[in-house]
T-cell receptor
Framework: NAGVTQTPKFRVLKTGQSMTLLCAQD?????MYWYRQDPGMGLRLIHY???????AKGEVPDGYNVSRLKKQNFLLGLESAAPSQTSVYFC????????????FGDGTRLSIL | AQTVTQSQPEMSVQEAETVTLSCTYD???????LFWYKQPPSRQMILVIRQEAYKQQNATENRFSVNFQKAAKSFSLKISDSQLGDAAMYFC?????????????????FGKGTLLTVNP
């Protein structure tokens, strides 16, 4: 009964380093999302995907790239990490019907020094 | 673009009492969904309750209920018989029900959250 799994749960990077966050869901959901959560800001959408092989920009896409090569996985990449990208990152997934809620992973806390 | 406003950064309630969290939103759409999510210290985002805009009846889930006022664009959450486990950050969220080809309408727009403390 895994649902949405995010890897890793914590990471500390130095400015300029790169890394990839992995999101995996086992619910056969078509839609997947990456959000970031900052203090006092709520959750903001970075990128999303409406199906395998598709991605699109959300509200705050700059500095991030994503890929959805397999339906169950959605990867978020930081090519050159910056301190402004210090945040908690959440992945979510949902069915492609508008009345279905999004299911969230447990988040990844990322610190950029 | 839709916006969601939670005007109460923090609220507190005594155990067993009732508390109401406020949420207002701005949209030009007539068909949409509203959600309340709970985020405890464990950081999980847990769906508490949802409301379809086309339904006049307020949604209820056990001790949680909403007061949905469509004309006023208000969506408050009432927690009855508060328990220590209800202590968390609560987020109000909006989602369009209008289908578009890009799928962008399926995203959630969140408020900034209300931190609820439950006092024993």
């Amino acid at each position: 009964n895994a649902g949405v799994t995010q890897t890793p749960k914590f990471r500390v990077l130095k400015t300029g380093q790169s890394m990839t966050l992995l999101c995996a869901q086992d619910m056969n959901h078509e839609y997947m999302y990456w959000y970031r959560q900052d203090p006092g800001m709520g959750l903001r959408l970075i990128h999303y995907s409406v199906g395998e092989g598709t991605t699109a920009k959300g509200e705050v896409p700059d500095g991030y790239n994503v890929s959805r090569l397999k339906k169950q996985n959605f990867l978020l990449g930081l090519e050159s990490a910056a301190p402004s990208q210090t945040s908690v990152y959440f992945c979510a997934s949902s069915l492609n019907t508008y009345n279905q809620p999004q299911h969230f992973g447990d988040g990844t806390r990322l610190s950029i020094l | 673009a839709q916006t969601v406003t939670q005007s109460q950064p923090e609220m507190s309630v005594q155990e067993a009492e009732t508390v109401t969290l406020s949420c207002t939103y701005d949209t030009s759409e007539s068909d949409y969904y509203l959600f309340w999510y709970k985020q405890p210290p464990s950081r999980q985002m847990i769906l508490v309750i949802r409301q379809e805009a086309y339904k006049q009846q307020n949604a209820t889930e056990n001790r949680f209920s909403v007061n949905f006022q469509k004309a006023a664009k208000s969506f408050s959450l009432k927690i009855s018989d508060s328990q220590l486990g209800d202590a968390a950050m609560y987020f109000c969220a909006y989602r369009s029900a209008r289908l578009n080809s890009g799928g962008s309408n399926y995203k959630l727009t969140f408020g900034k959250g209300t931190l609820l403390t439950v006092n024993p």
